[in-house]
Each structure stands twice: as structure tokens, then as C-alpha cells.
């Protein structure tokens, strides 16, 4: 089933296994100083996460957070890159030493589409469809997209809305960026 009563869950798709987080109701402070009692997951998602992700078999770990990990945004409210990087940085661990495959991260909370490639990972940021252009982010910054262009790692920026579309096909999966007028700006194959 792809949809769960749980905050949090997990299902297979082919070839790929999708966890599904929920970075808002457990989620400390994000003026607390950053440390590992800072978490976007809370105590119990993270011991699920961590335990899951490493019992997987799984070609690809796609690993659905609505907060990004790689590329900052959205400060105030907190994420992976800026504010709960002790808690990130933990899961990337695990990641390298006890998981197998290819984990992909599909994130949000942001108006702003951005792809990270760099050192092995893997993220794409799509800007939800259907939000008005301009938006809070591009009302702010104009240049928003042009600056995280800028970051190292970023393969991918763009202010228009997309939608992220995965297709599993046997052992490979590829990525695509759909913007909200039918074009794909970006693809990536995994094999």
C-alpha cells in the first residue's frame, strides 16, 4: 500500500524501497544548539530508520524528507543542511558503513528546485506544482536559483515548480524533473 496511517513508513517499489518521513511532529527546536539530541525524526523514527534502512536488500534506498539535506533552505523552520546537521551526519554514517545500495534522497520545504550530486549522494529538491510564480522565495531573493547554481555539488537549480518522477525499470531507476509546463530540465539514471 503506498499510503499508511503511520507518520512514518516504508513500502518496496520494484527494484527500490521508499521510506516515507515525518519531520514534523517529533521535531526539537530549531534554535536548540545543533547536536544529537537535536532530530527532525524523534527518538523512535530514527532507531526505525537506521534499523530498516540496513535491513534493506534493495537496489535503490529512496528516502522521501520533507526537509533537504544537502542544500540549505528554509532556516527558520529547520533542516538537514543548516540546523540539524548532527542528526544528518549520523544518518550519512549509517548510510556508508551499513547500508548497501543506492540511497537517494527526494526532498521539500522549500520553493525552490535544486538537484545536490557530490560525493556519492544524492538529492533531488523539487518546488511543489501549482504554488503562484513568483513565490516567497523568489519574492525574496530573485537570484535564489542562480545562487544555488553557484554551490558546489549542485547539478540542478531552477525557481519554476516540478514534480519529481521516478520510473523503475528491471535493476535501474531513473529520475526526472518534470516542470509544471511539461518539460523535463533534468534526468538521471541510476543503474
Same mark, same amino acid.
Given at each position: ?31 536548540? *544548539? ?43 523552520? &529547520? ?52 504554488? *503562484? ?8 531573493? *530573485? ?14 537549480? &531552477? ?12 535493476? @535501474? ?11 523535463? *530540465?533534468? @534526468?538521471? @539514471?541510476?543503474?
Amino acid at each position: 500500500a503506498l499510503v499508511n496511517r503511520r507518520a512514518f513508513y516504508r513500502f518496496p517499489a520494484g527494484a527500490a524501497e521508499v521510506w516515507v518521513l515525518d519531520q514534523r511532529l517529533p521535531k526539537s527546536d530549531p534554535e536548540l *544548539p545543533d547536536g544529537l539530541d537535536k532530530t527532525l525524526l524523534g527518538a523512535r523514527q530514527r532507531r526505525w530508520l537506521l534499523r530498516t534502512l540496513a535491513a534493506s536488500d534493495a537496489q535503490f534506498k529512496v528516502i522521501c524528507s520533507p526537509t533537504t539535506v544537502f542544500m540549505p533552505a528554509n532556516a527558520r523552520d &529547520g533542516n538537514w543542511a543548516t540546523s540539524f546537521t548532527a542528526e544528518r551526519d549520523l544518518l550519512l554514517r549509517h548510510i556508508d558503513r551499513r547500508v548497501s545500495g543506492t540511497a537517494i534522497f527526494l526532498t521539500g520545504d522549500t520553493h525552490l528546485t535544486g538537484v545536490y550530486e557530490a560525493d556519492g549522494r544524492f538529492e533531488a529538491r523539487a518546488a511543489p506544482i501549482g504554488i *503562484p510564480t513568483p513565490n516567497d522565495i523568489t519574492l525574496v531573493d *530573485p537570484a535564489a536559483a542562480e545562487n544555488l547554481r553557484r554551490r558546489d555539488g549542485v547539478a540542478y537549480a &531552477g525557481d519554476a515548480n516540478h514534480l519529481t518522477l521516478l520510473e523503475i525499470r528491471g535493476r @535501474s531507476l531513473e529520475l526526472s524533473l518534470l516542470r509544471e509546463d511539461g518539460a523535463v *530540465p533534468y @534526468s538521471r @539514471s541510476f543503474p
